[in-house]
């Protein structure tokens, strides 16, 4: 009521400040308030786990952005006033670098079990997807001129006994929303959709409007329901993008949506780390990934664990060993490689000196084998090391 802090001598604005309650409505204190030591105080007496060091090491910043988040996650679409989010657009857009949120409520829903006895399939089908729509997340993040990381997760924390599988839907309004969005997040690097079962079309629309990105420079669509339609729509993204880094971990991609990861890859001078983790490539699908990379120049880290590799694959990534030298990570646990698909990779190994990581755990090739790859790998990353002392400038590989 009488904003006059800021025209206080620098002790008195300490007194004020040292016993202000942290309660004050944010529209007051957003505002007026930047010392660091009353928004810590507000962090602390709220969260029990506090680490600045991912908020730039600012505590108004974690407070506003945390606030932020929570208020989205307990939106209830056609329930809470959306004034509750868009009065706080003005107050934390200035401060908001980084919202995750891994819950999004669905309306309120009638309960069809008292209200129809005559079928009970009303929880596995009978809900229409229209009333499932979740917080256009759209209207926000349009807003936050500053917004570099985006982490989003479509589904519902906690529902007990009242779990229903739509409750876990990722609608096509849902996508449209957020599609059209980030295209005009122009300063968005980060951009993260995980564990909401999105499929093939809506990664094909979610791609259509990241195309040409001019700050994007990581996409995590990790654990979803991406088949090989879906692939060969991030296959276009990779060179039309300034992507970095690309997580496509545990969904269902087999050799046809490899083959077009492999043919955008051949090309590409920016990715450097890729996960295909968990994904169904098998062999025709391993194989283009490892011509490709006879070619690429910039790719560092490549995660292939769990996709059904066996020699074939060996054999060509030998001949990736022998040739290409920007790898430096490469993870094949979990496949069936063999003998002597481990025996093809060591002696591709025998002159690399770039390669300073290389998983082999349960990848079957053989225990001689995988130390002889060990002793060399870890050569390689010892020499890493003291390349690295010895010229403290160039970075480590």
Known sequence: ENPVLNHLLPEHQKKVLDRLSTDLPL???????????YWKRCCTERWQVCD???????????????????????FIPNSTDPNQVLELIPLCKDYVRKLEVDQF?????????????????????????VSMHHYDIGVLITALPHLEELHLTYGMKDCGMNFEW????????????????????????????TRSKVDDDQTRLLVRNLLDHPCLVELNLSHNLIRDKGAQAVGKL??????ETLDLCNNQIHHEGAQALAQALAENSTLTSLNLRLNCLEDRGGEAIGRALLTNTT????????????EPTA???????AQNTTLTNINFSCNHLGLDGGKQLLDGLADNKTLTEFDL?????GQETEYLIHQTVWANREAARLGSLQNPSAKPL
């Open 27 to 37: 529209t007051v204190t957003a505002n007026l308030i930047r010392d660091e030591d």
């Open 166 to 193: 739509n409750l876990f839907d990722f609608t096509h309004q849902d996508c449209c929303n957020l599609a059209a969005a980030l295209k005009n997040c122009h300063n968005l690097k980060v951009f993260k959709l």
């Open 315 to 321: 054999m060509v990534f030998s001949q990736v060993l």
């Open 238 to 243: 990779i060179n039309r993008s300034r992507l």
């Open 299 to 310: 790719l560092k880290s490549i995660h292939l664990g769990s996709n059904n590799l066996s």
């Open 105 to 129: 409520l669905p309306p309120l829903q009638v309960d069809q079990k008292e209200e129809t006895d005559d079928d009970d399939i009303g929880s596995d089908f009978g809900d229409d997807e």
């Open 361 to 365: 755990r349960l990848a079957e090739v």
């Open 52 to 74: 600045i060091s991912n908020y730039g090491d600012s505590w108004k910043r974690m407070f506003l952005e945390r606030h932020l988040e929570n208020v989205v996650k307990c």
